[in-house]
């Protein structure tokens, strides 16, 4: 079972941090709308790969702090930080005129979704806060192959998320605005209330 739940986890994550509408979805959107929904497909899948890397990434490196009880304050203090950093992050974000188109995009589309995906400065930071509330508050075992099946998750989620943002890309075209304002705020309150529960905790 806590395979499984790892798993879940580590999907949900990704699942919860690529929800509002940005730079990669509207691409992936805006290829389906131009190219049809298997190369929004493609490109997601290529955006979904890097996800892997970028939450390996952060994995080794809140693993690493973990592992020295010296440094361990310093991780807890570090993943309030993020939590507060992107509670402020998507609060701009949803004060701003949104635009809904992406970026028209020509070439292999798996590699420009590589590329686009591996742009994301905000990925790292987000597992790294992320997966240090989950491992302080006793769901994330950090030892394989709990960490593997939490980045296979994330992997998976991402994928899941665009290809959702794929088979609607008609309907998120024509209420994006309204969808990227009210998913910004939600999780800019969700960020800030997971700020405030790591730092009383």
Request: hydrophobic share 60%; aromatic share 18%; glycine share 8%.
């Amino acid at each position: 079972m806590a395979y499984v739940f790892h798993l879940f986890l580590g999907l949900i994550s990704a699942f919860l941090g690529l929800l509002a509408p940005g730079m990669l979805n509207m691409t992936a959107v805006r290829t389906t709308i131009e190219q049809g929904k298997r190369a929004g497909v493609v490109f997601s899948a290529g955006a979904s790969v890097v996800v892997f890397i970028q939450a390996s990434i952060a994995l080794v490196f809140a693993n690493y702090l973990s592992q020295n009880p010296n440094v361990f304050n310093h991780l807890k203090i570090a993943a309030i930080i993020v939590f507060f950093i992107l509670a402020l992050f998507f609060f701009i974000q949803a004060r701003k005129t949104f635009n809904a188109e992406g970026k028209s995009k020509k070439g292999n589309l798996f590699f420009i979704g590589m590329l686009m995906s591996a742009i994301n400065m905000l990925a790292i930071p987000f597992y790294f806060g992320l997966t240090t509330y989950f491992e302080v508050n006793g769901q994330l075992i950090m030892e394989q192959p709990y960490i593997i099946l939490f980045i296979i998750g994330a992997g998976l989620g991402s994928f899941a998320l665009f290809f959702l943002y794929v088979f609607f890309a008609s309907l998120i075209t024509r209420r994006a605005k309204f969808i990227a304002t009210n998913i910004n705020y939600i999780l800019s309150g969700l960020f800030f209330i997971l700020g405030i529960i790591a730092f009383l905790k």
